[in-house]
Structure formats: C-alpha cells, structure tokens
Nanobody
Framework: QVQLVESGGGLVQAGGSLRLSCAASGHTFSSYTMGWFLQAPGKEREFVAAVSWRGGRTYYADSVKGRFTISRDNAKSTLYLQMNSLKSEDTAVYYC?????????????????WGQGTQVTVSS
C-alpha cells in the first residue's frame, strides 16, 4: 500500500553532515506518522526520530538531540533527516518507516511500512 525508498546515505568524516531522504508513494503520505530507525552491525534496530503526520511535532532519541533534524514535505511526499555533527557511532543502516498509529512511536513494531535502508558510514 505504501512504498518507501531511502537515499542520501554515504561516507562522511566525523563532524560532517548528511541529509537522508525518503520518497513515499502509494496511499496518502500525509496521513502517516513517519520515522527513522537505524541498525548497526550485530545490533537490533533502534529509534532515531519521528514526525507527526502534519509535521507539527517531532521526537528524537536522546543520542541525536541537537544534532539531527527530522522533517517532512507532504506536497513532495518526502521525509528528511538532516544529520549534523556526525560521529563514528552514527554508522549504521538507516531505515525510513511509516505508521498509521504510533503508541509509543519509538517502538519499531508500531510501524507498518519500511524502506530498504541506506548505509551511513562516518569515518574517524
């Protein structure tokens, strides 16, 4: 029903910036809460950030507060994650996800659709 495709990942030096995008298609994009999750090698997927369906409320994991900014452009059906002051521990595959209802929003099982992921590698 909803297809999500991430882009913008790559290799960046510590302290640098990267902007991830997630293009959505299918059912109405604006009706979904959108989130970003990451999965590092050998670890379980964890919450990064989320934004409400109108973009008025945002939520962040403590580890990224002040460094990452989540936003959405409903006219373009696109979700973004602006990543600044990147650290080596940010290295992971980042996944875009869409939820019809999220409670709590940081739990990945509450999301209904997932993208394929995009690799972010931060070098020391």
């Amino acid at each position: 029903q909803v297809q999500l495709v991430e882009s913008g990942g790559g290799l960046v030096q510590a302290g640098g910036s990267l902007r991830l995008s997630c293009a959505a298609s299918g059912h109405t994009f604006s009706s979904y809460t959108m989130g970003w999750f990451l999965q590092a090698p050998g670890k379980e997927r964890e919450f990064v950030a989320a934004v409400s369906w109108r973009g008025g409320r945002t939520y962040y994991a403590d580890s990224v507060k002040g460094r990452f900014t989540i936003s959405r452009d409903n006219a373009k059906s696109t979700l973004y994650l602006q990543m600044n002051s990147l650290k080596s521990e940010d290295t992971a595959v980042y996944y875009c996800a869409a939820a019809k209802a999220v409670a709590p929003l940081q739990v990945d099982s509450n999301y209904d659709y997932w993208g394929q992921g995009t690799q972010v590698t931060v070098s020391s």
